[in-house]
């Protein structure tokens, strides 16, 4: 399990180098080529550089399936930031898994060394990392190197490592939903359902709530948060409002929070994170893996009794519908971003 939005280069294929000149200033080499520095905190809190014991081996399995929650930075022999897990993940440690059989001159050699409390800055030969593929033009302006730090938090099994990774991917879809709010002035008239959808009433109807068991009708229109692209509508079927039954799971999840919050005749919009749509598995090619989803919507009826609801069960990050599969006839083509 890796961040995806991690940069790949640990999964690139690395070999050892030979080496003709001295390290950088300051920096040590493992006999792949790697340079690093590496420092260690003392019982007083402070980092002190640290030299290293041994070599690891390729072969170590000691710490196989634990993972090191770490802060990670890539950056270019002039220290320009390529990508930092430090401002992606919003200053939260991300978790990467200990290397069991790496190659020598990886990212995975350099994660090796580290133990808990480390911090380390490495280079690693760009040649090596991008063997049979061209180095990035920012690379080899700056010397060639990929520099990668390092700071190891603390180390978890794979079920820790598994919950902070999905903690961080909800916070991270927050963080884009709150950002979008802020650009369009909605912040003091969004709120949140306790299961994690967005919404704001931007016409509150005269008519009750809706409850669960109850059978509404709903019009809509569906974009991608990041992009706006719409990918259904009600326009796209007719403009005939869509019908369910509220509460049973028959829609994504962010849809049965949401419209639960409308009374009669309301307007609103709903802002539903990936994990209460369609997760990492998206919804073919209009809706991507982990995409936050917006709906403009019309609650324009309900009708029916209803039922008491059944015992609450989990919002899970992997609860994303299954999209539906497209109909040939345009006239009865399926709900694809709304129904289960």
């Known amino acids: 399990m890796r961040f995806q939005f991690l940069l790949s280069l640990a999964a690139l294929p690395a070999l050892a180098q030979a080496q003709t000149t001295t390290p950088a200033a300051g920096f040590q080499r493992l006999p792949s080529g790697t340079e690093y520095r590496l420092f260690r905190r003392d019982a007083a809190g402070r980092y002190a550089p640290q030299a290293l ?21 890539y950056l270019t022999g002039r220290d320009s930031v390529l990508q930092s897990s430090r401002q992606l993940a919003h200053g939260q440690p991300v978790p990467i898994p200990m290397p069991t059989g790496f ?27 991008f063997r049979g593929r061209p180095v990035p033009p920012e690379l080899r302006r700056s010397g060639n190197v990929l520099v990668l730090q390092a ?25 884009g939903i709150t950002e979008y709010l802020k650009t369009n002035n909605l912040t003091t008239k969004a709120q949140k359902t306790a299961g994690g959808t967005w919404y704001v009433i931007t016409k509150r109807g005269t008519g009750a709530l809706p409850q669960p068991g109850q059978t509404v009708s709903v019009r ?10 719409e990918f259904d509508s009600s326009d796209k079927h007719g403009g005939t409002p869509f019908d369910f039954t509220l509460g049973q799971g028959q829609v994504i999840q962010g849809w049965d929070q949401g ?12 802002l539903i994170p990936s994990s209460l749509a369609y997760g990492t598995r998206g919804a073919g090619a209009d809706i991507p893996a982990n995409a936050t989803l917006r709906f403009d919507v019309e609650l324009v009826d309900v009708k029916g009794t209803g039922t008491t609801p059944a015992a609450k069960r989990p919002v899970a990050k992997s609860a994303a519908k299954p999209a539906a599969k497209k109909s040939t006839s345009k006239a009865a083509a399926p709900r694809k971003a709304v129904k289960k």
């Open 259 to 270: 419209i639960a919050m409308l009374p009669k005749g309301s307007t609103a919009i709903l």
């Open 103 to 129: 190659r020598k001159g990886s990212p995975e050699e350099a994660f090796a060394i580290l133990q808990p409390g480390d911090s380390a800055v490495f280079r690693l030969p760009a040649d090596s990392l």
């Open 220 to 229: 809509y229109r569906g974009t991608v948060l990041a992009t706006g692209k």
């Open 53 to 73: 014991a041994a070599v690891p081996s390729p072969t170590d399995t000691s710490r196989a399936g634990q993972f090191m929650m770490m802060h990670v930075s």
């Open 151 to 175: 700071t190891a938090v603390r180390m978890v099994d794979q079920a820790t490592a598994m919950a902070a990774a999905q903690r961080l991917q909800q916070e991270v879809m927050n963080a």
